[in-house]
């Protein structure tokens, strides 16, 4: 009877040595727990050789337009996403197939080679892929979202639905080494402790000092509200793990812009009945947020995204003024870290049509490409340098 | 995808299954486990619209808790052999330990708690380093309360954090090891049962349970 009591005091200690271990264990991870944004020179990079005829266009206005799914027959393309390889070669990723949760959607994926053209999509995830390696039921893919940080490895964040809609929806994280033509099996990233349901990729990611990113993504089931991913890496793999950015039913989708190591700006996808986007703010690099505050940009429940620019300048892509519909996309500029905002160009705008779901990216040479759905059929690339975005900020002052 | 999903997927509906028909055949002994245990594989590995039940169960959940798993081998066990390796007071405190993680975790991660806290994301001791010692620490106490006072849901509570130091799960979120929606679930029903029993005045625990109890 004794040496039973005995051995429970020795089994409760280890009990309570178990529990802790793993915590004690994390310490040295710990320390890399919100590690700030990495944040660019914003100048031309030192020794880089003039890529195509960038160097030219860097100090004179230089803006030009491309579809990127020339010839696709699908019904619906929509939430392309960009990223450069090392070598200069630019990629766009969308979702496309008959119809939004189709069960023909695949992620489809075209380069954009030396000579300025676009590849042929191929499709680089399918649901029947995605089922095969997951082993579990997928009906339909989407959003997809590129992770490149300079390095010869290639990150592809997506979504499968296992049943309903995007509120069922799972994130899966997968890896290419020879520039997106082929693709690890994918990994479930478990987000969410009520069966993994509904976390989504929209935008940017923002790089992390000491590797990896910060993915703002949004969960959409009983609440709707913004989160951050945090990828970082931890042994041979990237540990995920997911911060909140805000509660509740109100905002979504943010465009994450870092403003220093440990500053950074989120702006909100709204859909309150005033309708105007939202911003927050973070002293302490993403770990937490102001309560989002209403800026003076229209927001009708549709997609936006922004960057900063070599100046500190915040340039925002969104639907300006077009209740319920997207028939606009405009780009505006803040200098005071997104609380004032001047539109300053129409990149589209046609009565009863949708321009929808901008995707901004910025090379270190000063460069701006965009991707974003013409009626949610045609990706349409967009390409600009600061020198046209300061031209047109000129003509409207 | 992690090789020991499938273990999972795999060893809960067919615990489910097992229990359910342990329950229907009333066959008892090992007689009645053989037979149940032959029907419930037949029945997890016969292909479903094309697929078997492992495939559909990853669907649900692909992170069944540790503790789900061991609560139904114990209720396995003691149906078949009326072992009685946990007495009403073990059961009682696993669906309060259930009950408890339930109500501080779900509301919250479904975003319907504070606005910007999220007690999942203390889950992941290398983000929330700081903050997590809070459950980290508590599971631990609770474990080692529970089995310093002889109750043998405190060893269940330590294989979970056994399993999470051995990353047994698609998840490496601590609390996927300790809850699931199942589990949770059950745990409340049973709690509002209980108090609903003790209103009435009725006896607290279920008579298979008090048949069982030593």
Known sequence: ?????????????????????????AREEGAKSFPGFLMESGSPRAGDPPTGGQAAVATKPFFRTAQVNRGSMHAKSHAATLAEL???????????GSGEGASDVAIYLSSR?????????????????????????????????????????????????????????????????????TWDAPRSLTMNPLANLSALPANPPALLRGGGWAVPIYEEFLGKFPETLWLQPRGEDYSAAVSRVEGGVYVLQSALVPLAVDRAVSFFRDFRPARWMSASWSDDAGRTWTKPAVTELPNRDSGLCAIRLSDGVILMAFNDLSPGKRENLRLALSEDEGRNWRTIATLEE???????????????????????????????????????????????? | MKETVIIWTTLVPFLLLLWFSQRMSGLPGVAGLALAAVVSAAAVWFPWFGHPVPFWSASLSANFSVIMVGLLIVAVFDRAFASGIFRPRDWRAAWIFGAVASVLLYPSALGLGPRNFDSYALGWPWLFWGQSVWLFGGAGFAAALLIWRGNRFGYVVFLAMLGYAAGFQESDNFWDYLLDPVYGAISLVMILWMVWRRRTGRPRVPTSERSSGR
């Open chain 1, 1 to 25: 009877m004794k040496g039973a009591r005995i051995w429970r005091v020795w089994l409760a200690v280890a009990a309570l040595l178990a529990g802790l271990a793993p915590w004690w264990l």
């Open chain 1, 350 to 397: 046609e009565a009863g049509s949708e321009f929808s779901y901008p995707y901004l990216m910025r090379t270190a040479e000063g460069m701006i490409r965009m991707v974003y759905s013409a009626r949610q059929r045609q990706i349409l690339f967009a390409e600009f340098n600061e020198a046209w975005v300061d031209e047109q900020a000129e003509a409207v002052r």
């Open chain 1, 113 to 181: 080679g030396a000579d300025g053209g676009w590849s042929e999509p191929v499709a680089v995830m399918t649901r029947e892929r995605v089922e095969r390696d997951l082993r579990r039921n997928v009906i339909s893919l989407g959003n997809p979202l590129l992770l490149a940080d300079g390095s010869d490895r290639l990150g592809l964040l997506f979504v499968d639905i296992a049943a309903g809609r995007w509120s069922g929806s799972s994130m899966n994280l997968t890896w290419s080494r020879d520039g997106g033509r």
């Open chain 1, 86 to 96: 090392p070598d200069g070669t630019l990629l766009a990723v969308w979702y496309a």
